[in-house]
């Protein structure tokens, strides 16, 4: 139900609390991975390639290499990208921990947006959620993260922050150094991500909303 409305909110339809969250860059190293695969397909030692990107890693010089598509391509179908990528610190035991606590885990993630390797993305992504253990009841593909409801969400990605939060959804910033300039609430390690989401289930539930202001 939405508690709005009183009226069954789109996958909002099971009355629990919902954490939509984003995968890469925020529950998996997607900047770790690619760093040490990306200096594998540029031929050149990892500790060359900054780790101060932006978004879409121009930073790393891959556009005369064939750009970003291509090596995110390589990266999934040759070196399993999402089969082999570590998790980060602390983010599978606090999701046990948050939906232990009756918290329904909603994953979106836009990883299929390449073309010719979806079913290595879906594949690579199942085994990789089960082989750390990550609970979830609901796995979605999806580019408009908007389109499936949560009670609040977590990213990374800058674009994605500021379209979530154009549509009025309550968003966590996981902090990195993609996404500085945008306002919080953000989280920069997963002990505070459990604590902003468990304080929006507590609004949620007595029907304040100190934390987001809306
Ligand atoms: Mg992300």
Redesign the pocket.
Known sequence: MDKETGSPGLGQETGDFIFGV?????VGD?YGSMRSIAAEWLGRPVESLTTEISYGLNEWGIAEYGGYDRLHRFAVTQRALYRDMKPMQDAPSILRKLSNRGIRIRIITHRLFIKYSHVASVNQTADWLDKWDIPYWDLCFMNDKTAVGAHIYI???PQ?IRHLRGEGCKTIVFSNSTNRDLPGPRADNWQEAERLVMEAREEWKTGTSALFGL
């Open positions: 984003d995968l890469d860059g925020v997607f990213d990374d990605a994605n």
